[in-house]
């Protein structure tokens, strides 16, 4: 099956820096990536959608200016956490969406990245 | 939102069938049904999708009602490895997004 990998898998970082998560698909191309936070005990929330080539698509409530996303080949997205405060602690997700679809508008998930600003 | 409810949680014990309720009442002719889940700190897992038609795969079966208001995901063998939060997602043909819901937190007890 269709393999997405994160990284870091976790980090800690101090309040006020800045972290990277990156998001790959290794064995198919994705023109298309989402990224998804989650806290604890409640479920997965969009965070924006990831055109290769082109600027993210923000879900309402989400600051663009603190959460950069970058999709620039069809197989590497990555999110970047600007002046990460304790409240972006959280897990983040990302999935893929195959450029050939095996199943009608499958998406495959990560692992998972558990960020812990201090 | 969300467009499914789901009970909270659900309990199984291992080696018999665990089936999970999905409501989808808004549920419009080119919405397929999908069912995700998430063992504990883990991305989620496709497991099965379906638009009319019952569908079945290594995994599970899908059973969806004639007036597609509610589906049922069955896991006809239940492991202890199938605890987990247990996802029902409708979807629109073409669209990218998808939308969770708080989804059914399904225990297996040995």
């Known amino acids: 099956g269709a393999v997405v990998s994160q990284h870091p898998s976790w980090v800690i970082c101090k309040s006020g820096t800045s972290v990277k998560i990156e998001c790959r698909s290794l064995d198919f191309q994705a023109t298309t990536m989402f990224w998804y936070r989650q806290f604890p005990k409640q479920s997965l929330m969009l965070m924006a959608t990831?055109?290769?080539?082109?600027?993210?698509?923000?879900e309402q409530g989400v600051e663009k200016d603190k959460f950069l996303i970058n999709h620039a080949s069809l197989t590497l997205s990555t999110l970047t956490v600007t002046s990460a405060h304790p409240e972006d602690s959280s897990f983040y997700i990302c999935s893929a969406r195959p450029l050939r679809d095996r199943h009608p508008y499958e998406q495959y998930f990560g692992p998972g990245t558990r960020l812990t600003v201090t | 939102d969300a467009k499914t409810t789901q009970p909270p949680s659900m309990d199984c014990a291992e080696g018999r069938a665990a089936n999970l309720p999905c409501n989808h009442s808004t549920i419009s002719g080119n919405e397929y049904v999908y069912w995700y889940r998430q063992i504990h700190s883990q991305g989620p897992q496709y497991i099965i999708h379906?638009?009319?038609n019952n569908e079945t795969n290594e995994m599970a079966s899908l059973i969806i009602t004639e007036d597609r208001k509610s589906s049922t995901l069955i896991l006809p063998h239940a492991t202890l490895r199938d605890t987990a939060v247990y996802y029902c997602?409708?979807?629109?043909?073409?669209?990218?997004?998808?939308?969770f819901g708080q989804g059914t937190r399904l225990t297996i007890n040995p």
């Open positions: 997602i409708v979807r629109e043909q073409g669209a990218q997004k998808l939308v």
């Open positions: 379906g638009l009319k």
């Open positions: 990831s055109n290769e080539g082109s600027k993210a698509t923000y």
